[in-house]
């Protein structure tokens, strides 16, 4: 024990002889480091499992420790890529790496860093995600810090196209798990420059992976079009997309998981069929989340302009499903976009519908033909982006204005809501002091008072079903009520069924509600000069059969409106004298006329018991 102390002396003074000798000898041997170049550089290519060069090596030793200048490295990816620097300073403090038992670094600066990948930048959990390689191996573990200078790094954006990150200077820290970054970066790419952005991330790392944390970016008039994804890129003629805008993405298990975004000022231009649409933002705030597998995209309130136009304030979420393993013989399901809305102004969307076009183009030429207007309360719709026809929605409207398309009359002032699907659904309509336009039906725009309806179709592969029920509508001179339904059965021939109860209180305008592609346009000619006048208080109409036979010469259909007309004015034939004070009963039926009266003044002279037959208006000597 006595001998202790010398023994603990004497191995001390051996530390600090060896220790002394090892640095003096390192002062010596580092200013001749380049000639062992070849040896270090194979060292370096066992550790990293890529094969590294570099021009020169020069080094020496401060009090410290050691300092290191590398010149013009440069190393080959497997993906085809390289990396090079063209200079690298390092100054390691080896008392503070004895200390904490961990390579801890007074300067580690890469100037001209140069990182090229062929990997697309991709999300999920794939072997191209953010994975530590050998590279990232040793920037994330082995330095504890680094910065970088006058850098950048090449990659494939999520749209295709390569793009080239600049990064004037950027500071990296890293901790046993966890690794934060700060600086400028500056993007772009074959269609100019970008934008500068300052950058901020907190990353945990787990199991090879930058796992956890969050990302936060700030930019000013940047270019996000590289960003945008391919199929947004093929399908959408985007001009230009610049934002002033701040960003926080989380990042979980590897992946990026959600995010939130402020867009301070900004817009976007797209080329639509014609001519350039724009849309323009103020201080509008989106959220971003993942569902797994699919994304979800949230905007609160709608502080944007479209084409000049601001929109009212609503909110706005739209989704994309992916396609689904869902079991059974149809085992697939379709991807999906799904869109939640509020308080639309349909004029204002108009500049979106060179995307709903490419969605569905059936929807797009609906849009284009009707040009709608007036304001959405509620909207939803999921839509099969590979089944366009398996759209389901649900929605309620005010106001809606559109022009005729097809056998669709036009309409204005319309409010009601919808819901169902393509396949089968339900609609409630309301009208008040609006005209509707039905031309090749109706020889001038029906002029609805007031009008409710409600209407539901069925559409599957035995063929197409639409019912009108509880239809009342007060117009111009008349009121009805009825229902209809239209049969268009799969192979087989249409059948068109209507029963409404009819009243007026002025016979002269039954011109206007004669449908003139049912009765023929000579029938329709020859009543709306005959009747002249008059009142009917239960007026019935009946119809049933193909539409295409009419006027059923075979008896295979049948058309009637049966008219108990009061103080009616009629005139059989325009050269004739007008029947006058007239109580009469006109049976209308397909392309003929039955009528029938109690008595009649015609020029001065009564006539009573008085009935006439006109079996068929075509002809011209009936």
């Not at 204002?348 to 183009?361: D, F, N």
């Not at 001065?604 to 208006?617: E, K, M, Q």
């Amino acid at each position: 024990m006595r001998r202790l102390p010398g023994i603990l002396l004497l191995t001390g003074a051996a530390l600090v002889v060896i220790a002394a000798l090892l640095v003096s000898g390192l002062r010596i041997a580092l200013p001749h480091l380049d000639a062992w170049r070849p040896e270090i550089l194979n060292k370096i290519e066992s550790a990293t499992g890529m094969p590294v060069e570099a021009s020169q090596l020069s080094a020496s030793w401060q009090n410290f420790g050691p300092t290191l200048e590398a010149h013009d490295i440069r190393a080959e990816l497997k993906d085809g890529g390289e990396f090079s620097v063209k200079r690298v300073t390092l100054a390691l403090d080896v008392w503070q790496s004895l200390l904490h038992m961990r390579w801890q670094f007074r300067d580690l600066t890469f100037w001209q860093l140069r990182f090229r990948t062929n990997t697309p930048i991709t999300s999920g959990g794939s072997d191209d995600s953010l994975e530590a390689s050998h590279i990232s191996d040793l920037f994330l573990r082995q330095f504890d810090h680094f910065d970088l200078r006058d850098s950048e790094v090449s990659f494939l954006t999520p749209s295709g196209q390569r793009a080239e990150l600049a990064i004037p200077q950027l500071t990296w820290l890293n901790d046993p798990r966890r690794h934060r970054a700060e600086g400028l970066v500056s993007l772009s790419s074959l269609t100019g420059q970008h934008g500068v952005m300052q950058v901020r991330m907190d990353l945990r790392d787990d199991e090879g992976l930058l796992s956890n944390g969050r990302v936060w970016l700030q930019a000013d008039d940047i270019d996000l079009k590289p960003w945008l994804g391919k199929w947004m890129q093929d399908n959408i003629a985007l001009e230009t997309a610049q934002f002033s805008l701040e960003g926080w993405m989380t990042i979980d298990k590897g992946d990026v998981t959600g995010g939130d975004v402020w867009l301070k000022q900004g817009g976007a231009s797209w080329l639509g069929e014609k001519e350039t649409h724009t849309l323009s933002v103020d201080n509008l705030t989106a959220h971003i989340t993942r569902e797994n597998p699919g994304w979800q995209f949230s905007i609160p309130d709608t502080r944007i302009t479209m084409d000049g136009k601001p929109w009212p304030s609503g909110a706005l979420t739209l989704a994309w499903i992916p396609e689904q393993d869902v079991g059974g013989k149809d085992n697939k399901r379709s991807d999906e976009l799904r869109i939640r809305a509020s308080n639309l102004e349909l004029a204002g969307l108009e500049g979106i519908r060179p995307l709903a076009a490419k969605l569905s183009p059936a929807l797009g030429d609906v849009w284009r033909s009707t040009q709608p207007s007036g304001k959405i309360n509620t909207l939803a719709l999921d839509i099969p982006l590979q089944a366009a026809d398996n759209t389901r929605f649900q929605a309620s409207w005010s106001d809606l204005a559109w022009k005729q398309w097809k056998l669709l009359p036009g309409a204005e002032h319309f409010s009601g809501t919808l819901s169902g699907s393509v396949e089968n659904g339900l609609l409630t309509a309301s009208m008040k002091q609006a005209k509707m336009p039905y031309e090749t039906v109706f020889r001038a725009p029906l002029e609805i008072a007031d009008g409710q309806a409600t209407i539901s179709w069925l559409n599957n592969d035995k063929g197409f079903q639409l019912d009108g029920r509880n239809i009342d509508v007060k117009a111009k001179a008349v009121h009805a009520r009825g229902g209809f339904r239209y049969l268009q059965p799969a192979n087989d021939e249409p059948w068109l069924g209507i029963l409404a109860g009819i009243s007026t209180d002025d016979g002269s305008q039954a011109w206007r509600y004669f449908p003139e592609n049912l009765m023929g346009k000579d029938l329709v000619d020859y009543l709306s000069g005959a009747i002249q006048g008059g009142e009917a208080d239960n007026a019935t109409l009946v119809y049933g059969g193909n539409p295409q036979l009419f006027p059923y010469k075979h008896n295979e259909g049948q058309f009637e409106v049966l008219v108990p007309l009061r103080n009616a004015k009629f005139a059989f034939q325009p050269d004739w004298p007008a029947l006058t004070n007239l109580d009469i009963e006109l049976d209308f039926i397909n392309d003929g006329l039955w009528m029938k009266t109690d008595g009649v003044n015609l020029g001065g002279v009564r006539a009573s018991n008085l009935t006439a037959v006109i079996p068929d208006y075509s002809k011209k000597n009936c």
